[in-house]
């Protein structure tokens, strides 16, 4: 079964920046799936956050709250996906996770945080003090 690396996150002061890595086996390649980073907080659902498929950068989703802050980005070669962080708020705190499904086809609007996403990462912290 696939399980997704991710690395990165970490403490950091309000205003700070981080950024998360989610790297896949080769076996499972990233640059033909919807790529999804997720967060939770304790006692919250659990939130999308940035969505892309690699190509496609005019369809990124972004949730309003990471907007004009929050970077998804693909690297195809090295088959991972990151997420940039910058201005980092105490509100950020959560666990981050990154996920992906291989959708039958692309189309515009396929890759959304209502679709089932079938393999995940492990999961990291990111904790924002102020």
């Known amino acids: 079964q696939v399980q997704l690396a991710q690395s990165g996150g970490g403490s950091v002061q309000a205003g700070g920046s981080l950024r998360l890595t989610c790297a896949s086996q080769?076996?499972?390649?990233?640059?033909?799936?919807?790529v999804a980073w997720f967060r939770q907080a304790p006692g919250q659902e659990r939130e999308a956050i940035a969505i892309s498929y690699e190509g496609e950068s005019g369809d990124d989703f972004y949730a309003d709250s990471a907007k004009g802050r929050f970077t998804i980005s693909q690297d195809g070669a090295k088959n991972a996906v990151y997420l940039q962080m910058n201005n980092l708020k105490p509100e950020d705190s959560a666990m981050y996770y990154c996920a992906a499904r291989r959708p039958a086809y692309y189309y515009t609007g396929v890759c959304r945080p209502s679709i089932e996403y079938t393999v995940w990462g492990q999961g990291t912290q990111v904790t924002v003090s102020s």
């Open positions: 080769p076996i499972y390649l990233l640059s033909s799936s919807c």
